[in-house]
Structure formats: structure tokens, C-alpha cells
């Protein structure tokens, strides 16, 4: 068959693959025994969920004291952990949905997984700010709910109760997203599997699924309206975590640029975590028919232009803090690239501007390894984004008087390093449990490239 | 009553396209057709009216939408008012996004259920699988049995051309779902 294909279109997946092949590929990795490197890199990431676990505790303990925060820096590492996981979740979205209205067809090789990534990314977000809170037993204090104290309601002018709804609404919109994105899978492999277990359990959660096509028109009409939801909803997200900073008076958070600046720079980190995580994916779970280079290819170009987007932030930010006379603002800017954090501002820019440059050049861009560690550097330069946003600006405000440093402290450290262990955890239970690529979008996809005659054969 | 049904079954997404529309245009009643992923045009073929379920997903966002700006407006100005720096109580614009976020969450969540429900998907159900290849590589068409007149060999003979795989007839449950 690879006579037949197609001139104009280069086919998706590679290897001449069978609906049947499909089915075995995807389900091979889930039938087998985990591997030793799996285990390994489980019990690694367990161990440093572990180490996270102990130092919350610790802290949830003791008090927020624990942490280097000081009456001038009162946000430092844990916000810019939470802005950093939120980030990374935003690419799952944009891949699931953004890209589905687009009809980009690549994206079934890695959507499955980017959705989970969003899933997970956006649990190690949530953590941060309720074990901010110092008491996060009283978190429902965020909710509205009835109460004897009044009833006493929460600020809904407050962009940290509009940041709690969307962040729940986001979990929860993108949990569905890719649950119903499972159904059909799971159907797969309930028919599939020969463990008596693993049919009732995949059987219960795939709801009797058949593959009727009076189900699937309506499936297809769900996952239309899903996407279409999802995506003004990505959107607003990073814009309202963004505006937690942006309502406040602090030079350098003051800025109406801070949207488009943070989706932008969401996506960008996002689709840095998605290629560190494919890359891993496709040499361990040998997909690589599957996720090819032409798709990391594609993220790598997704990733050139939001790097562009956020330098011209970067660059912008510094202009209207010149041009506009405020004596504050541009101090805060001086203060960012010269000041004492000089060097996080600048391991920020050159991981996020100059580092991505490498991948206009196409063969940069068709060698996963080094495509591996550009990524890498992405991932570092914009956790140091959000420092430099959010600790900085907080160090030198209006009053010399106030002015302080910050350290994070090792409980933060071990915080941050927790927040990795789950999500790794998190990644690997579901990459040993569930299929890591959409089976059915993936099937739905085999003739695309090929000639219309040419048919499977 | 039990139905006699003719099931049939192909390899490829254009033969299960095709054989369906010959069906169709036959007069055979297609019960359905089970298929390993959602082939698009098929809906065409067994001549399915288009989903109404973006109503249903239109109808939860407003009724969403409306409720919460109604519900930050009564906590906000006529529950329990607190005068913030000065604000007005009824600040409608900052009640902006959180009436997105619900909007989004009632349209996103109502028409899921709702798609589960018409679909009569649920925990437990049977799946009803005729054929177990449906899920994994094979397209089954379903035919009802209507009449006396009805010809197995003459169906037989119509799907030849699209290569039809397999052919058995079977009897359905009590309840056919």
C-alpha cells in the first residue's frame, strides 16, 4: 500500500497500519506486565510525591512560617508553582479542542494524552493555593454556600473567587472531555480483554457503548460542543489568573496586557510539557508509528510562534513602562533585568526567546533528542516566568521602607518537587491503565494521506 | 415480539458507507450500524436527521448564565450587602466571568448528561454487542427482518459488491434496545 499514497497529503500515521494493528498497539503496553523502567520511574516519582507529602504536612502542621514569605513577598514560590502547573494544563486544551475546530487531524495521536497531562497539571495547580491558605480544612470557605453568619457570601468582585470558579469549572469541563473521549476505548477493550476484572471495571465505565451510529452522530455532536466550550474557556482561564495580578495596584502586575500575555505563555509551557512527555511516550511505548515527527514537528512550530508571542510580551511590557512616565513602573523593569534577580529574568528570557529559535531550523526540529532538551529549557524558563512576574514585582514596591527578599525555603522546594512526584504518579498509572491514544480517532484517521483508491487492504 | 434480523458484516469504512446507502436505497429497514469509530457520512447513508442535543447544550448555558448573574446580583446586593472600597453592591461586569464559568459548566456537563441519557447509556447496561469485532475492526450493518417477502439471498447478493464478510441472522432479546 505505501505505493498509494497520497502526493499532497503526507498520511498520519506511518506503518501501514490495520484497524486491527491499531487496536493491538495502543492496547499492548496495558496487556503486559509494566516494564522495569516503568517501575522504576514510578517508584522514583511515588518518592517524590513522597518527599512533597511529608513537607505539606509539616507545614500544614507548623504554619505558613515554614515558607520564606515575608510581609512584603506574600506570594512567591507556591503561586508561581500554581501559575506554572495551570500553564501546563492549558495545552491539553488547546490540542483537544482549539485544534479539533481547526480540523488539525494530527492531533489524535496525542490528544488522549494531553487531555490527562491537563488533568493531572491542573490537580498539582490546585494544591498550591489551598495549602496557601494555611488552613486547608476551611477551604470551602472559598464556596458560596448557605450559612448562619448572615448568610455571609464570598466577593464575587474578586478576581481570586472568579480564579476558584474557573479553575473548578476547568477541572471539571476537561475531566468530562476526556471521559467521553474514553468511552469508545474502553469499549475496545472491554471487548477485548480477557480478565475478568478488567471487563467488569472497563465495562461499567464505558455505559454499554456498542459502537451504534445513532450514538456516534450524537458523540460526534457532544464532542463538537465540548470543543467549542472548551476553548472560550482556556481562554478565560489564564485571563482570570492573570487578573489576580493585573486588578492589583503592584508595578509590574498592573498591566492590561496580562491576559493575552498569560494565555499565550500558557500554551507555550504547555505544549513544552507535551512534547517532554510524548517524546518520553514514543521511544518507551514504542509509538513511534504513531506520534511521528511530523507531529512533534508540528507542536515544535505551535511552540516557535507562542515563543514569539510572549518575547514581544516581554519586550512590550518594558516599552509602555518607558513610555508611559511612571516613575514606579519602570523601576520595577530596571529593577527586573538589573536588579538583585537579574539572573531568574534572564535564565527566563533566553530559555523562552532565544532557546526556541533553534526550532525554525527543520532539522533542529526532526531530531527528537535535541527537540528533548530545547523543551527541557522551556519548561525551566517559564517556571522562572511566573518568579519573575510574581516575586519580583513583590520585593521592591512603592516604599523603599517595605522593600525585602525572598528565598524559597527547602519545604517549598520539597513542595514543588512533590507537585512533580503526583504528577508523574498520576501520568504513569495512566499510562499502564488506560490507552495512551485515541483508538478511534486514531482508526479514523489511517486513510488520511492515502489515495482514494487505494483503500486498507 | 422477536425481531429476525440480518447482521452483516465488512472490513472497511467505504464498504459499510456504500452498503448502507444500497441498503437504504433497497427499502431494507436498517436497525443500525456498529462501527469502530464514528465513519464520517455514514449518518447520511442511513439517512439520520442531525443531533438535537446543541439545544439542549444552548438551553443549560443561558439557564446557567442567567441563574448565576441572578444568584451574584442577590448575594451581592440584596442577601447580605457589603460595601467592598466602595463599589457599587450590583457590580454586573465583575459578575461577568464567573456567569461565563457557570455557563460553560451547566452547558458542558447538562449535555453530556443529556447525550448519556438519549443514548441510554449508563453504568451497567448491556452493551448489546453483535458482533465483539464492532468495537475493534469490523463494521456491522444491521437489517430488520420486516416482511415474509424479505430475502436473505437477495442481500447477500446487493452487499457481494462491497465485500461483505459475514453474513448470519439472528433473533433479538425481548426488549430491543
Known amino acids: 500500500m505505501a505505493d498509494s499514497y497520497s502526493i499532497l497529503r503526507k498520511p498520519l500515521i506511518l506503518g501501514n497500519k490495520s484497524y486491527e494493528d491499531v487496536t493491538r498497539d495502543v492496547c499492548y503496553p496495558l496487556e503486559q506486565k509494566p516494564s522495569k523502567a516503568w517501575w522504576i520511574t514510578f517508584l522514583v516519582a511515588m518518592a517524590m510525591m513522597g518527599v512533597g507529602i511529608v513537607a505539606v504536612t509539616y507545614q500544614v502542621e507548623t504554619g505558613i512560617g515554614t515558607w520564606g514569605l515575608n510581609n512584603t513577598v506574600g506570594w ?43 488533568i493531572f497539571a491542573v490537580i498539582c495547580a490546585g494544591i498550591f493555593p489551598i495549602i496557601h491558605m494555611g488552613r486547608p480544612w476551611l477551604a470551602f470557605w472559598v464556596l458560596p454556600y448557605p450559612n448562619f453568619r448572615g448568610p455571609l457570601w464570598v466577593n464575587f468582585r474578586s478576581p481570586l473567587v472568579w480564579d476558584m ?86 508595578p509590574g502586575w498592573h498591566a492590561t496586557i496580562f491576559p493575552p500575555y498569560f494565555v499565550a505563555g500558557a500554551i507555550f509551557s504547555g505544549f513544552a510539557m507535551v512534547l517532554t512527555l510524548m517524546l518520553i511516550v514514543r521511544k518507551v511505548l514504542h509509538f513511534e508509528d504513531y506520534i511521528t515527527l511530523h507531529h512533534i514537528e508540528s507542536m515544535c512550530k505551535v511552540i516557535i510562534a507562542t515563543a514569539g508571542m510572549v518575547g514581544l510580551a516581554y519586550m512590550t511590557e ?48 526532526r531530531n527528537p533528542t535535541l527537540v528533548f532538551f530545547i523543551v527541557i529549557l522551556i519548561n525551566v524558563g517559564m517556571w522562572f516566568e511566573r518568579f519573575v512576574i510574581i516575586t519580583i514585582s513583590l520585593t521592591r514596591d512603592y516604599l523603599p521602607a517595605s522593600w525585602a527578599s525572598y528565598a524559597p525555603t527547602s519545604i517549598e522546594i520539597a513542595a514543588l518537587v512533590g507537585s512533580f512526584g503526583l504528577f508523574f504518579t498520576l501520568f504513569l498509572l495512566f499510562a499502564r491503565f488506560l490507552p495512551m491514544i485515541s483508538i478511534g480517532e486514531v482508526k479514523g484517521v489511517l486513510s488520511y494521506g492515502h489515495k482514494k483508491e487505494g483503500g486498507h487492504s | ?156 447478493k446487493l452487499f457481494q459488491k462491497f465485500h461483505v464478510e459475514k453474513i448470519e441472522e439472528r433473533l433479538t432479546e425481548e426488549n430491543r434496545t
Request: glycine residues 8%.
Open chain 1, 76 to 118: 512567591a514560590f507556591d503561586i508561581t508553582n500554581f501559575v506554572f502547573w495551570i500553564g501546563i494544563g492549558h495545552a491539553g486544551t488547546l490540542i483537544s479542542a482549539i485544534l479539533f475546530l481547526f480540523r488539525q487531524r494530527w492531533r489524535t495521536s496525542v490528544n488522549r494524552s494531553a487531555e490527562a497531562m491537563t
Open chain 1, 318 to 365: 518594558f516599552f509602555v513602562a518607558a513610555y508611559s512616565g511612571n516613575e514606579y513602573e519602570r523601576f520595577a523593569f530596571v529593577n527586573r533585568a538589573l536588579g538583585p534577580y537579574a539572573w531568574a529574568y534572564w535564565i527566563m528570557a533566553g530559555c523562552n526567546v532565544l532557546v526556541p529559535q533553534l526550532l525554525w531550523w527543520k532539522n533542529i526540529r
Open chain 1, 165 to 250: 470558579f474557573a479553575i473548578s469549572v476547568y477541572f471539571t469541563i476537561s475531566l468530562v472531555f476526556w471521559y467521553v473521549g474514553l468511552i469508545p476505548d474502553l469499549a475496545t477493550i472491554r471487548d477485548r480483554t480477557t480478565s475478568k476484572v478488567k471487563r467488569a471495571i472497563t465495562g461499567f465505565f464505558s455505559l454499554g457503548w456498542n459502537g451504534s451510529n445513532r450514538t456516534w452522530l450524537r458523540y460526534e455532536t457532544v464532542y463538537l460542543l465540548l470543543a467549542g466550550l472548551a476553548t472560550p474557556l482556556v481562554v478565560s482561564v489564564h485571563t482570570i489568573v492573570s487578573w489576580d495580578f493585573a486588578t492589583s495596584i503592584i
Open chain 2, 1 to 156: 415480539m422477536r425481531d429476525r434480523l440480518l447482521v452483516a458484516s465488512f472490513g472497511d469504512e467505504k464498504d459499510i458507507i456504500g452498503a448502507t446507502r444500497a441498503a437504504k436505497e433497497a427499502g431494507y429497514e436498517i436497525v443500525d450500524v456498529y462501527t469502530p469509530f464514528a465513519v464520517h457520512g455514514l449518518d447520511k447513508a442511513m439517512g439520520l436527521r442531525p443531533s438535537r442535543l446543541p439545544w439542549i447544550c444552548l438551553g443549560l448555558g443561558l439557564t446557567g448564565a442567567i441563574a448565576k448573574l441572578w444568584y451574584q446580583i442577590w448575594t451581592s446586593a440584596t442577601s447580605w450587602p457589603v460595601n467592598v472600597g466602595g463599589k457599587p453592591l450590583s457590580s454586573v461586569p465583575a459578575f461577568v466571568p464567573v456567569t461565563f464559568e457557570i455557563m460553560v459548566l451547566f452547558a458542558g456537563v447538562g449535555t453530556v448528561l443529556a447525550f448519556f441519557f438519549v443514548s441510554r447509556l449508563r453504568p451497567g447496561r448491556a452493551p448489546n454487542v453483535l458482533y465483539d469485532r464492532a468495537t475493534n475492526d469490523k463494521f456491522v450493518l444491521v437489517l430488520l427482518q420486516n416482511d415474509a417477502a424479505f430475502n436473505v439471498s437477495k442481500v447477500q
